[in-house]
Structures are given as structure tokens and as C-alpha cells.
């Protein structure tokens, strides 16, 4: 019942909630534009339906990915407001930006985008599309460069207790947050691609619009190969980087309580409750030390030499962030990235044979492979963001700092479990049209555009 607990619980809820429907948005509206596209240079119908088709679901997720982002800043000034008082200055300008360029853009020209069929000229209204998608990364991008300040702040002075803005480009130029980025719009590519590749297979499975979800199928495959493929790249990058500027965190995922050189990668192990005595494992010598340096040696601080280290330039305190949890979340995150990468190899490679029964039959349990992308989508978020603990501001402002003073448990715990109802009520219901949109196929978007004549 302690209120620094239960903000973080509920910001945590709110934002793993939030999470689940931003990578689509970032993904979906790029595959919708390049149909419509398509549609508009070839005049082939087919690119039409399957443009509205996919269409109409990108429209459930992208609502219901605003209401509940909504909810996140509100929370800056009801639970953290010593951590907007910290950081207001800074943190406050990629989100006005954020809100003013990219939000106003998509939801503006999206609503063109759906009144607009059969009232604005073809290209015209494909082009509101493509602007639709543009403004949701321009969104993403200034939200992540806006935590990237958190993760590795540059550009600011202390002033009074503060932190102020003093050099606008290191912010936007921070190396954190354009590999957030390039990280982050790769998982909405393979998020959206698992998401086309799971649903097309479903209808191809029950050979419904055979033919235009085997063109959607081979297209996602084409994409969300590449994509995962990206997003390995751009985590491999992150690694490197994260070893550089937030080295705790960095150990904490490979739960290395010991510096060594060369150091192995742990491909698996179990370990006790803290995650301090290995039990069992199995590594790969020289693993990690060639992950990080490329090259058969090179040493990686451990967490027992960052705390000494952490104790002497900050203070006091305990620096060491929730190793288990760490670990594990890596190691999911990965193994779901590595098994897109093969299904997505698989799915490449099946529409180029003729489609014999026994494949139709396998593609029934293909239409899994959505769930991947977003455990690998969660649980990275969640080591991202518990990694970097007990700093809500690496090296500035620790988290339990940062909370709202005079808050009562007994008030955090009401908005916590009014949260997490509300959300669950959201995500069944997103659920269940995603769902129920889905398994209507391309018949149910014919029927409704000749009910809109």
C-alpha cells in the first residue's frame, strides 16, 4: 500500500495497455497505403477491397490506441508531478510537438481518409493515406525522443533543483532515441505484418478470397521477414549503446553480477530468487564480449562493480534494478524476435509452391503468429523501462523522487483498479471487433459499401 508503489503499478498497467495498440497503428497504416496505391496505378478492385479491409481494422486499433494514451499524461501531473517539475522543461516540448504536428495531422486527414472513398479524386484520397501513416511515426518519433531523455539525457543545465533545456538539436540528435525509433517503427512493420500474415492465413485456410489474401499473405511475408529481421539489427545496435551509457542496465539483462573479460552470452539459465547464484546454464563463451565489442574479448562491468561505482558518484542507495525480471524479459523478447524470423521465412516460402492441401491445412494454426509481436513488443518495453530503475532520469532524479507528494494509498489504489477495469473492458472490446472484422473477411466490406450508395 505504498503510493510509490501503486503509481508505478498503474503507470506500468496504463502504459503496457497503451502499448498493445501502438506498433499496429505504426505498421497497418503504411500496408493500407501501399494497397490503396497499388489500387490507384493498376485500377484492380481487388487492391480496393482488400485496402478498405484493412483499412476498417487499422480504424478500430488507431481509436482505441488514443483513448488510451490519453490517460498517460494526465498521470505527469496527478502521480509524478515532481518528476514534471524536475523535467517540465525539456519533457514538455517534444510532447506539445507531438501533439500539434503529428497527432492533429493523422486523426485529421484519417477522417478524411474515411469519408473521403468515392468523393475525392483516387490519388487524392490515397494520399491522405500516406499522410495519415507519415504523421503516427512522426507521433511515435518525438514520443520516444522524449523518453530518450530519460534514458540518456542531453542538451540541459541544473538550474534550482531542474532540469533545463539548453541545446534543443542534442535533444532531437540524442543517438537514444533515433534508435528507439529505427527499433520501434521496425516492430510496427513486423507487428503489422504478423497481423495481415495471421488473418490472411485464416481465410486462406478456409479458402475465402483465395486470391487476395494470398497476394495480402505474400505480402506481409515479404515485409514482416525484413522487419524482424530490422528489428534484431536495430536491438543489437540498442545493446551496444546501452553497454556505453547505462551500463547496469545493460549487465542486468544478462545478469552479470561479475566483471569479465571475455565474457560469455547466456543463452538460458536458472537462477535463484535475486538472480544471483547460477543454478544451471547454458552459454556461449566469448558470446557477449563479441556481441559488444565484435571481437573475441573485450570486458563488461558486472553489477557488483556498477554498485560500488554508482555508490561513489551518487551516493548511498541501492543502483541495482530488478535483475530476474531483466533477464527474462531479454531472453523472451529475443526468442519471439527469432521465431518471427523463422515462421516469416516459412511464409515466404510457401506461396511459391503450388498451395498443396496438407499446407491449407497448417495455415489454420498460423493465424497464432499475431501473438508474437506483441510478447516481443511488451516484454522489450518492460526491460526498457525497468532496466533503467531506480532512475526515472538516468543519473538526475530517482524514481521514488519523482512521485506526487501528499498522495494517499488509498487514492492511487482507486485510480489503479479504475484503470485497469476500464482498460480490460477497452482491450475485450478491441478484441472483439478486431476479431469479429477479421473473420467477416472481404464479403463483409463489399457489403458495406454497397449499403453506403
Same mark, same amino acid.
Not at 500539434?100 to 493523422?106: D, I, P, Q, T, V
Not at 507519415?134 to 518525438?142: D, E
Not at 528489428?231 to 542486468?252: C, D, K, N, T, Y
Not at 529475443?334 to 521465412?345: D, F, K, N, S
Given at each position: 500500500m505504498d503510493p510509490l508503489v501503486l503509481s508505478r503499478l498503474q503507470f506500468a498497467v496504463t502504459t503496457v495497455y497503451h502499448f498493445f495498440f501502438v506498433p499496429l497503428t505504426?505498421?497497418?497504416?503504411?500496408?493500407?497505403?501501399?494497397?490503396?496505391?497499388?489500387?490507384?496505378?493498376?485500377?484492380?478492385?481487388?487492391?480496393?477491397? !482488400? @485496402?478498405?479491409?484493412?483499412? /476498417?481494422?487499422?480504424?478500430?486499433?488507431?481509436?482505441?490506441?488514443v483513448v488510451t494514451g490519453i490517460v498517460q499524461e494526465f498521470q505527469f501531473g496527478m502521480n509524478w508531478s515532481e518528476y514534471s517539475r524536475f523535467v517540465g522543461d525539456i519533457f514538455g516540448a517534444p510532447l506539445a510537438i507531438? %501533439?500539434?504536428?503529428?497527432?492533429?495531422?493523422?486523426s485529421t486527414f484519417l477522417g478524411i481518409w474515411v469519408f473521403g472513398w468515392d468523393r475525392l479524386p483516387k490519388g487524392l484520397h490515397a494520399a491522405t493515406i500516406w499522410v495519415v501513416a507519415?504523421?503516427?511515426?512522426?507521433? @511515435?518519433?518525438?514520443i520516444l525522443l522524449a523518453n530518450a531523455f530519460m534514458q540518456h539525457p542531453v542538451g540541459y543545465v541544473l538550474n534550482n533543483g531542474r532540469a533545463e533545456m539548453v541545446d534543443f538539436s542534442a535533444l532531437v540528435l540524442n543517438p537514444r532515441g533515433w534508435l528507439f525509433f529505427w527499433h520501434t517503427i521496425s516492430a510496427g512493420f513486423a507487428t503489422a505484418a504478423f497481423f495481415v500474415l495471421g488473418i490472411s492465413a485464416y481465410h486462406l485456410a478456409r479458402k475465402q478470397d483465395f486470391e487476395a489474401f494470398k497476394k495480402s499473405f505474400q505480402f506481409a511475408a515479404i515485409i514482416g521477414l525484413i522487419a524482424a529481421i530490422m528489428?534484431?539489427?536495430?536491438?543489437?545496435?540498442?545493446?551496444?549503446?546501452?553497454?556505453?551509457?547505462?551500463?547496469?542496465?545493460?549487465?542486468?539483462s544478462e545478469a552479470l553480477w561479475d566483471t569479465t573479460d571475455p565474457a560469455p552470452f547466456t543463452v538460458v539459465g536458472i537462477f535463484d530468487t535475486e538472480g544471483r547464484?547460477?543454478?544451471?546454464?547454458? /552459454?556461449?563463451?566469448?558470446?557477449?564480449?563479441?556481441?559488444?565489442?565484435?571481437?573475441?574479448?573485450?570486458?563488461?562491468?558486472?553489477?557488483? &562493480?556498477?554498485?560500488? &561505482?554508482?555508490?561513489?558518484?551518487?551516493g548511498p542507495g541501492n543502483y541495482i534494478p530488478p535483475v530476474t525480471l531483466d533477464y527474462w524479459m531479454f531472453r523472451i523478447?529475443?526468442? @519471439?524476435?527469432?521465431?518471427?524470423?523463422?515462421?516469416?521465412?516459412?511464409?515466404?516460402?510457401?506461396?511459391?509452391?503450388?498451395?498443396?492441401?496438407?499446407w491449407t491445412r497448417?495455415? /489454420?494454426?498460423?493465424?497464432?503468429?499475431?501473438?508474437?509481436?506483441?510478447?516481443?513488443?511488451?516484454?522489450?518495453?518492460i526491460l526498457t523501462e525497468t @532496466?533503467?530503475?531506480?532512475?526515472?532520469?538516468?543519473?538526475?532524479?530517482?524514481?521514488?523522487? %519523482?512521485?506526487?507528494?501528499?498522495?494517499?494509498?488509498?487514492?492511487?489504489?482507486?485510480?489503479?483498479?479504475?484503470?485497469?477495469?476500464?482498460?480490460?473492458?477497452? !482491450?475485450?472490446? &478491441?478484441?472483439?471487433?478486431?476479431?469479429?472484422?477479421?473473420?467477416?473477411?472481404l464479403a463483409a466490406a463489399d457489403r458495406e459499401e454497397k449499403l453506403s450508395y
Open positions: 505504426l505498421g497497418l497504416g503504411w500496408f493500407v497505403a501501399i494497397l490503396e496505391t497499388i489500387y490507384v496505378r493498376t485500377s484492380d478492385e481487388v487492391y480496393k477491397r !482488400m @485496402a478498405k479491409f484493412w483499412g /476498417k481494422l487499422f480504424l478500430i486499433n488507431f481509436a482505441m490506441g507531438e %501533439a500539434l504536428m503529428a497527432f492533429f495531422l493523422e507519415i504523421g503516427s511515426n512522426l507521433s @511515435a518519433l518525438w528489428v534484431g539489427v536495430a536491438g543489437h545496435f540498442q545493446g551496444i549503446f546501452l553497454r556505453e551509457v547505462q551500463p547496469m542496465a545493460a549487465a542486468a547464484r547460477e543454478v544451471w546454464s547454458v /552459454k556461449i563463451p566469448y558470446g557477449l564480449s563479441l556481441l559488444y565489442y565484435m571481437k573475441p574479448e573485450g570486458e563488461v562491468e558486472g553489477i557488483n &562493480d556498477l554498485q560500488v &561505482d554508482y555508490q561513489e558518484r551518487y523478447m529475443v526468442g @519471439a524476435g527469432l521465431l518471427m524470423i523463422a515462421l516469416g521465412a516459412l511464409a515466404l516460402y510457401l506461396p511459391w509452391r503450388k498451395w498443396p492441401e496438407k497448417r495455415l /489454420k494454426g498460423m493465424a497464432w503468429v499475431i501473438a508474437l509481436p506483441y510478447i516481443a513488443n511488451t516484454t522489450g518495453w @532496466a533503467r530503475q531506480p532512475w526515472i532520469v538516468t543519473g538526475l532524479l530517482k524514481t521514488e523522487n %519523482a512521485v506526487s507528494p501528499n498522495l494517499s494509498a488509498g487514492m492511487v489504489l482507486f485510480s489503479l483498479v479504475s484503470f485497469a477495469l476500464i482498460y480490460a473492458i477497452l !482491450m475485450i472490446a &478491441d478484441v472483439y471487433l478486431l476479431v469479429k472484422s477479421a473473420k467477416a473477411g
